[in-house]
């Protein structure tokens, strides 16, 4: 069943008093497609770190939403397309890696870096076709510091308007943009809507209930727990406990010494997430995916300045993905709360979860039609 998408007006009042977008939102079939066509195909949506697109050849895919995209560097620098043959819509590239040209494995039409279809076996004997009708559908991508973003609309704001300042905090938490490496790449999957996900993502009220590892090494009290709406990404940021520093936790944690003091998360909108953790200098990304209206899946990247400890680099690994699964355990319950669609609403606090609120109000006004901003 459907319901009707109420007036942006009314939603937008009603955040403003506290009060949340409505729990069909999180079940809606009909919510979820506008989502895709209002939020992923407008937005910039992270594909991959910029130094696995260095040479000539080397691509990346990944989706804006439910659309397969790539991105390759050719001689003229990134170039983004829809990863989609424009013969039967098989995948044409899948993973990441380096091409001399783009070759869709189902009947290999072929195109070169530039998009252009070069090949196509039995064309020539087709009547009226022409190689040039029909090279890969051409996508923005563009890099942001060391992120490489695309976006399939052709009118939206430069990536580097949006997210350019995060580099700038990003910076003054000791970690070195330009010299941190990939460690670790993986995918994953949950049973939560994206938006439940990343609302949880947004507030840290839950920290000290929910979390305590992570209290335990980060100050989460709301007087030093700082929260920042940036307008395309917002901020969290707090500072290591000198009890952990000393090691006179409670709880046994990897170790928070090194020259990160001040832990940072930052959203992106739509649905990409950087988290620094206390330590030697360490950042990892997450990309939360719709799949369907009751699950979620996505990709992680480790990144650690150069030099990091094996030991150090598992320790902080297998932290992050303590925190994730007690996350994952929250968002879980959130999802059976609202798959009834009672309460409709629910109530927020607006001093704690004001990200939140920013968060619904831009889905809110992409929804509407109009700038997420
Ligand atoms: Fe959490």
Redesign the pocket.
């Given at each position: 069943m459907t319901t009707a998408i109420e007036p942006a007006s009314d939603l937008l009042a009603a955040l403003d008093r506290g009060e949340s977008l409505p729990a069909h939102w999180y079940t809606d079939p009909a919510i979820l497609e506008q989502e895709m066509l209002q939020v992923f195909r407008r937005s910039w949506n992270y594909v991959g770190p910029l130094r696995e697109l260095a040479e000539v050849g080397d691509y990346v895919t990944g989706h804006a939403g439910n659309v397969p995209v790539l991105v390759v560097r050719n001689d003229e620098g990134l170039a983004g397309f829809v990863n989609v043959c424009r013969h039967r819509r098989h995948l044409v590239m899948k993973g990441r890696g380096k091409a001399a040209l783009l070759q869709c494995s189902y009947h290999a039409w072929t195109y070169d870096l530039a998009g252009g279809l070069r090949r196509a076996p039995r064309s020539a004997e087709e009547p009226g076709f022409r190689l040039e009708d029909f090279p890969l559908l051409p996508v923005r991508a563009e890099a942001v510091g060391p992120f490489v973003f695309v976006n399939l609309d052709p009118d939206a704001p430069a990536a580097e308007t949006c997210y350019g300042p995060v580099l700038d905090i990003i910076a003054r938490s000791g970690v070195d943009l330009a010299t941190i490496e990939l460690h670790s790449r993986g995918d994953w999957a949950a049973r939560a809507n994206w938006k439940a996900m990343l609302e949880?993502?947004l507030e840290?009220y839950?920290?000290a209930v929910?979390?305590p590892g992570?209290s335990a090494a980060i100050d989460v009290r709301p007087d030093v727990y700082t929260l920042a709406s940036h307008g395309w990404f917002s901020s969290q940021a707090g500072r290591v406990r000198p009890a952990a520093l000393e090691g006179r936790s409670k709880i046994e944690l990897y170790d928070v010494r090194g020259a990160v003091a001040e832990s940072q998360y930052h959203f992106l909108w739509p649905n990409l997430t950087i988290n620094i953790n206390p330590g030697f200098p360490n950042l990892s990304v997450d990309v939360w995916l719709p799949d369907g209206t009751g699950a979620t899946r996505g990709f992680s990247e480790q990144y650690f300045a150069p030099g990091v400890d094996p030991q150090f680099a598992e320790a902080l690994v297998g932290f992050n993905r303590q925190?994730a699964q007690?996350?994952d355990d929250?968002t879980d319950s959130v999802q059976q709360g609202l798959a009834g669609g009672l309460p409709a609403r629910g109530r927020f606090l607006t001093r704690s979860e004001q990200l939140v609120i920013q968060f619904q109000k831009m889905i809110a006004r992409a929804l509407s039609g109009a700038s997420a901003v």
């Open positions: 949880n993502y840290c839950h920290c929910a979390h992570f925190v007690e996350d929250l």
